[in-house]
């Protein structure tokens, strides 16, 4: 990538819920030499955006550019080493932003929840990506950071170890946040695409539809991401009941692609799922049963009336509107961790911990967004030599993980 690009970093979206968040944590996280602009559709309120920053981005750059147009994106794309982009849906919004990014060789970093754009991302851009040296990297957010970095780094330690190859996983979430109406947009755009063509519902169902190469993926049978169980089932030391996690079905699929992107490193039968802890009061069996009926309910109901637009009318009137999200206080007392669980084919069992203070899909997605963006920028000679359309472990590996311990990110990996 050429060293005269006007910016190291531009994060597009500056002026939505997360690009704001975003902008702030990298006004104090980013290095005082690194040159940032904020990019979107509107200079008067990038203009605010920026003058609400401080004195430390009064040099920011501002780009305006729209998602819709082409020939805005790739002049953005090409003057910049790194995007990171908060416009989503990404299904909507998000293809042409790749499609620049790939075509001029410039690093790319977003919060997508999205199988279905990254498939299609995947179709179209992996082989540009992968020549002109773009690493386009999706879901780095807590979809799917702490999933995918707890795996990679139980791998690593595998390997120090010489304990074998990873077979069942399974990570564990406990987590206290909201929700974003553009996170339920997201859902919307899956579920209206799904409904336009019904054929693309296989990707969000098959646990390898994101896989690089699906004649090597691991034989080891069906891996649901429906849960309702036993804690202990997982390990002895768990306690209380465990349901289905809404982000199970994207994160899922994220691990796996990792683990071909890397060669298949984690293992020949490596087995993995995700789950929701749903505590161990005498009722946790119930609220497990109802959280893993809720999100089938959920997605049903939402395929249904996206079918047509009297439903769509229906849901535009009961869902949170795009460009809200948690109150600064909410966002404030929020936490989550992820420990994952896994076994290797040596019998050894080991246990990673992710964790982190604030709402996880939005003060700590800043966090994880952020930190992205600037390993993408300042620790390329650190990280894997792939390019493409890539996952946050297979993409950055080790520098992430050190950036994001360095950011107040609890990461460990403990022998069982």
């Known amino acids: 990538m050429a060293e005269t690009r006007e910016f190291d970093l531009v994060l597009f979206g500056a002026t939505g819920f997360v690009g704001k968040l975003t902008a702030e944590y990298l006004v104090g996280a980013a290095p005082e030499s690194a040159r940032i602009a904020l990019a979107g559709r509107s200079l008067d309120k990038l203009t605010a955006v920026r003058d609400g920053l401080g004195a430390k981005a009064a040099d920011w750059g501002l ?4 998602s819709t147009d082409q020939a805005a994106l790739d002049e953005l794309a090409a003057r910049t080493k790194v ?6 849906p990404y299904l909507r919004y998000g293809v042409p932003l790749v499609a620049a990014c790939a075509k001029a060789g410039t690093h790319y970093a977003d919060l997508t929840g999205e199988p279905l754009f990254i498939r299609d991302a995947i179709d ?4 540009q990506a992968a020549a002109s040296g773009a690493k386009i990297v999706n879901s780095c957010g807590y979809d799917s950071i702490p999933s995918d970095i707890n795996v990679y780094q139980l791998y690593r330690r595998s390997v120090e170890d010489n304990t074998g190859e990873l077979v069942d996983t399974t990570t564990v979430a406990w987590l206290k946040g909201g929700a974003s ?3 339920i947009d997201s859902g919307r755009a899956m579920m209206e695409a799904i409904a336009a063509d019904p054929a693309k519902g296989a990707v969000l169902s098959h646990p390898y539809s994101l896989s690089p190469d699906k004649s090597r993926d691991p034989q080891v049978g069906r891996q649901s991401d429906q849960a309702l169980s036993r804690a202990s089932a997982i390990d002895p030391s768990l306690d209380g009941w465990v349901s289905t996690f809404v982000m199970a079905a994207h994160n899922t699929k994220v691990v796996r692609r990792s683990n071909g992107l890397l060669g298949w490193v984690y293992g020949k039968n490596f087995r993995y799922r995700e789950v929701m802890n749903a505590g161990k009061s005498r009722i946790a069996p119930l609220i497990a049963a109802g959280m893993a009926g809720g999100i089938v309910a959920g997605t049903t109901v939402g395929a249904l009336l996206s079918r047509s637009s009297a439903g769509r009318k229906v849901l535009d009137r009961v869902l949170p509107a795009p460009g809200t999200g948690p109150s600064e206080e ?3 007392s929020g936490w989550f961790t992820m420990k994952t669980f896994a076994h290797t084919t040596s019998g050894t069992k080991y246990v990673a911990t992710f964790s982190g203070t604030g709402d996880p899909g939005y003060k700590g997605t800043a966090v994880l967004l952020g930190e992205s963006g600037l390993c993408l920028a300042f620790d390329t000679d650190k990280q894997p030599e792939l390019a493409g359309l890539l996952t946050p472990a297979a993409a950055m590996g080790d520098a992430l993980t050190d950036r994001l311990r360095a950011a107040g990110m609890t990461i460990t990996v403990d022998r069982a």
């Open 83 to 88: 995007v990171v982009t908060t416009v989503g």
């Open 330 to 332: 909410a966002r404030a």
């Open 63 to 66: 780009v305006v550019a729209d």
């Open 124 to 127: 179209a851009y992996q082989e």
């Open 181 to 183: 109406g553009g996170t």
